[in-house]
């Protein structure tokens, strides 16, 4: 710390010579280039397979990719897209729920009953559906703990379980319809962002980014760190700021963007700040790469799995009142056929690894727009759903072999 | 009761201390009856053929293992160390055979894993520079703090093991096999970072296939065999008689006579 260290004293994190540093804008790319090469993909994969999906669709059929037709897809993928966050965090500590989409029937059937058959407020009955789904959350924790069972298992007890719930409070006339016209309903078939607020919104991230970099890179360089160019930082917001706003303006064209979809874009900026930026969200990445060295760091591991099961299922609830919100109805078919491996699928299309320890919640966002779009292009394409079911299982194999070839990738180039 | 005092420094202090610690994984006992002390500002060498019970000592230290009955006592107070965090908030701070690293995190975050500063808006920069202080102390090779600790040499992982375990300042050092994959330079590095935590007061045990090292840093060698206290030697103890008591090739009278002499100087030194 003496002065008479000359000026050109290096950089703390520099010293090393065998380190390529990439600089500026060009640097950015060469890095990422090179990060895809050794197989770690990150959200590349699924940005290619997007646009090929919408080209092809497009082409077949020029409404899929008209303004009405996307606000549609957005309202749809929020719903199982908040079922999707849940997956991604029992993904991360390398478990799964199979049960989301029976908790996200019986939480819609449980919100139909509270509110509409016994009169509760809407705000109290969410609450309450809510509450239930964290429980059964926290069942499959105390199961997992304190008796060792596998996750797989326990979770798919409660697919049968919980079903069973579902059918046996729906009772005998099996569906409830949600009021036309209740602000909930309109919440999940009508509501969209007046135009000033969404191109505020969609302004937002660029000043966050542009705000947090600049001071990243001043503190950095206090601290005698090296730091990224201010040019690489204002490049990359203004290009986000314009994709966003320019999104923003192609969905205002139409309906507009949705309440829903924002509510679902929230939880995910909320969960991605979470997971990467909290003790919290770290312990969740230890525990799901290696169990055994984050218990003898002194974590708390049993709670951190606690919490993975819990907020999954809490999500499974929320989505689940999404979907109802959305339909107008709890019905008895609500979370069975395809919810349960949409959200997975969708998590890991997004490239959260299966195999634990590795993840996103942007995931939740990308894989669950891919998913929605193959079902919502070949609805109108006036496909069966049994081509819809094969094409959609088809597009989660290729994800799934992405992700094995590319951990794999990762191990022989020594990023696992 | 004088803990309130911090008196770490002073040198003598017993710090821990093993009464008859017995370690059975069904029917095998890997540890019987061990007693072992540490002492503020000691180096004590823990050496043993393979299966000796080097290993399961350190782990129940560390509250990896519980021990099947004996007694802790740390500092004259008995303890219990049920898991890992119980033996961090202690003090006892570990370095594992295994390293016990998460490969898909960076360095950084494996070095701060699980005492995050700011655990609500995590302080990378602040983790960063304490973490290249951290290194630069070790004379660590290491080219990136933000490469997952997955693209490193078996000798950077066990460096960032090491540094991880000074991150808290604890009062014992536990050292499973610390110079086993490091070089030359990262050896003599480690050795004089024993030395430098040694004279900070703190206890040390370490544990070494490594004759010279033990040596080169150690107060006393205490040696086990099969899972039994078999002598307790000094530095000026000749290879012969490490490696018998070591191997059980000598162990006649000569050898028991010296480790004798060795304990009741050692009970001397304690009681002054």
Known sequence: ?416 | MTDSSSDSAATGELLLSLRGICKNFGAVSALTDIDLDVHAGEVVALVGDNGAGKSTLVKILSGVHRPTSGTIQVRGQEVSLPNPSASLAIGIATVFQDLALCENLDVVANIFLGKELNPLQLDEVGMEIRSWKLLNELSARIPSVREAVASLSGGQRQTVAIARSLLLDPRIILLDEPTAALGVAQTAEVLNLIERVRDRGLGVVMISHNMEDVRAVADRIVVLRLGKNNGVFYPDASNAELVGAITGASDNSVSRRAGRKAEANLTGDAQP
């Open chain 1, 1 to 416: 710390m003496s002065n008479n260290v000359d000026k050109q004293q290096q950089l703390l994190d520099r010293a090393d010579v065998r380190v390529k540093h990439e600089a500026g804008i060009g640097g950015a790319i060469s890095a990422f280039l090179d990060r895809v090469r050794s197989g770690d993909l990150g959200a590349l994969p699924v940005v290619v397979g997007l646009v090929v999906i919408w080209t092809v669709f497009t082409t077949l059929n020029p409404i899929f990719l008209s303004s009405t037709n996307l606000v549609n897809l957005l309202f749809d993928s929020s719903t199982v897209g908040v079922i999707a966050l849940g997956v991604v965090l029992m993904l991360m500590v390398g478990e799964i729920d199979l049960s989301i989409g029976s908790v996200s029937g019986f939480a819609s059937a449980l919100l139909g009953v509270l509110w509409v058959n016994h009169g509760w407020p809407v705000p109290l009955a969410i609450l309450g559906a809510l509450a239930v789904g964290g429980l059964i959350g926290y069942i499959y924790a105390q199961l997992y703990n304190r008796f060792g069972m596998p996750s797989f298992v326990a979770t798919l007890a409660g697919l049968l379980a919980v079903l069973g719930l579902q059918l046996y409070i729906l009772g005998g006339t099996g569906s409830i319809n949600l009021p036309y016209g209740s602000p909930l309903v309109n919440f999940g078939q009508l509501l969209t962002m007046p135009q000033p607020i969404a191109y505020g919104l969609a302004a937002l991230p660029g000043i966050a980014m542009l705000v947090t970099g600049y001071r990243t890179s001043a503190r950095r360089r206090e601290a005698g760190l090296s730091s990224k160019s201010l040019g690489g930082v204002l490049f990359f917001a203004v290009v986000v700021t314009l994709g966003l706003e320019l999104a923003v303006a192609y969905l205002n064209t139409s309906r507009g963007v949705p309440w829903m979809f924002a509510l679902f874009v929230l939880l995910v900026v909320g969960m991605n700040y979470a997971l990467t930026r909290t003790q919290w969200g770290r312990s969740m990445t230890a525990v799901g790469g290696n169990r055994e060295a984050a218990r003898r760091a002194g974590i708390n591991v049993k709670a951190i799995y606690t919490s993975a099961f819990v907020f999954c299922a809490m999500f499974a609830a929320l989505g689940g009142m999404l979907a109802a919100a959305r339909l107008a109805s709890a019905s008895q078919q609500a979370g069975t056929g395809d919810v349960n491996l949409n959200a997975i699928a969708a998590a890991v299309i997004g490239g959260t690894s299966l195999f634990g320890g590795r993840g996103s919640a942007y995931s939740a966002l990308l894989g669950i727009i891919v998913i929605q779009s193959i079902a919502n292009g070949l609805t109108l394409l006036d496909l069966s759903s049994s081509l819809r079911y094969m094409i959609t299982g088809g597009v989660l194999a290729v994800a799934v072999i992405v992700d094995s070839l590319a951990r794999r990738s990762r191990v022989m180039h020594g990023r696992a």
